[in-house]
């Protein structure tokens, strides 16, 4: 099934209908996430044989690049149930099919949601500040917290990792274990904590867990410490990194549009003419556009590129750290640029331009931030430090 007969012109704008009314009153996207359910899209990337959509990872780009055009917090919000069915997408294909249950689970309406984030946690997905100890019967409990827990209100499956805290340190160990907990397990509370500056509908509340028991079915992967190839590293950084992406350069495509619109709806006193006939704005918007252009190709590219599996060695993490930081700052600088040429009429709290200006500055937070961004682009360059 094609994009627009899933992401149809009339579901996109009931979305962009609700977005202010969700960002004013701090409430989850219910209605948005309702209706994208009930258009197949949580299945996106699943077969057509197994009752998905059949979708490759570049037309799921596309398609959530265009979601965050219309509401980029919606956008946010479905984008973490899709990176985890994209790396399950990823590792079946290389035949871990213990992530088959996540493909299978999506087609049964389950949402899935990204429990990885750790408060000062700064390594990410190479270790853990919660604990993971190893039942008699193969179950894993977690202790800790989670924070941006993103689809709080609604998920059935968190997907999350902790250390094993019986590990010795020993070399060769794997300690770092990863599953996929299920709602109704006891032993985890939301900490409902999210009232922040943008992409408030998204409701990543932090997530409490006290001994919260994953099965052992549900137990994926067991890592070392410390940076690694696993398959499933480069699953999730890539899926994470370029769907992220996305969203942002979804906000910078509507800051252009807006941009271009207010400017030839207003008109100069001093010469008559529209704002859009000014040399001067003509010239910022322009260059707003070629940074658009030019992140749109690369984001093209790596979605591509990720999909064909292409081989790139050791440059694959500075090549995704690159578009997710030109994709966060792209969206930042457009909306500048939108911001400065529409008037102050623009700069209100109801302004779709405001909304989006806040939203997008969220991008400072996501992993992998600006200083982890050039500690990977200095190793690779430079080589490591000692």
């Known amino acids: 099934m094609s994009l627009d007969n899933v992401l149809t012109p009339d579901l996109l704008e009931r979305i962009r209908s609700r977005a202010a009314g969700y960002d004013e009153r701090n409430e989850f996207c219910h209605e948005d996430l309702g209706e994208l359910r009930s258009a197949g899209y949580l299945k996106a990337l699943v077969s057509e044989e197994q009752g998905g959509l059949g979708w490759g990872f570049p037309q799921l780009v596309a ?144 997530t409490a867990l006290e001994d919260a028991r994953v099965p052992a079915g549900r137990i994926v992967r067991r890592l070392p410490v ?38 030839a709806a207003r008109r100069s006193l001093l010469t008559g003419e529209s704002l859009d006939r000014d040399a001067d704005i003509r010239y910022k918007l322009a260059e707003a556009q070629l940074q658009q252009l030019a992140l749109d190709a690369q984001l093209r590219g790596v979605s591509t590129e990720v999909e064909a599996g292409t081989e790139h060695g050791a440059s694959w993490f500075p090549r995704l750290v690159t578009l997710r930081t030109s994709a966060t700052r792209t969206a930042r600088s457009v909306l500048d640029t939108a911001l400065g040429v529409s008037g102050g009429a623009q700069y209100h709290r ?33 080589g490591p430090l000692s």
């Open 63 to 206: 398609a959530q690049r265009l979601l965050s055009a219309h509401a980029p917090a919606t956008a946010l919000a479905v984008n973490m149930h899709h990176v985890w069915i994209s790396v399950a997408r990823q590792m079946v294909q290389l035949g871990h099919h213990e992530f088959d249950q996540v493909l299978e689970e999506a087609v049964q309406g389950h949402i899935f949601a990204f429990g990885i984030s750790e408060a000062g946690n700064d390594v990410v997905l190479f270790d853990s500040t919660t604990d993971a100890t190893i039942n008699g019967d193969g179950s894993v409990s977690f202790t800790g917290t989670k924070i941006f827990t993103t689809l709080a209100p609604v998920w059935t499956r968190l997907g999350l990792f902790g250390k094993d805290v019986a590990a010795t340190g020993e070399e060769g160990e794997r300690p770092l274990i990863f599953g996929f907990l299920p709602r109704e397990a006891p032993g985890w509370r939301t900490i409902e904590n999210w009232d922040m500056l943008g992409m408030r509908a998204t409701h990543s509340h932090a």
């Open 350 to 382: 109801s302004s779709e331009l405001s909304r989006l200006y806040r939203d997008a500055l969220a991008g400072i937070h996501h992993p992998s931030d600006d200083e982890s961004a050039h500690r990977t682009l200095a190793n690779y360059t430079l």
């Open 226 to 263: 410390g940076p690694n190839p696993d398959p499933m590293v480069f699953a999730i950084f890539s899926s994470f990194l370029t769907l992220l992406a996305a969203v942002y350069t979804g906000i910078g495509d509507r800051a252009l549009q807006l941009g271009a619109e207010h400017a």
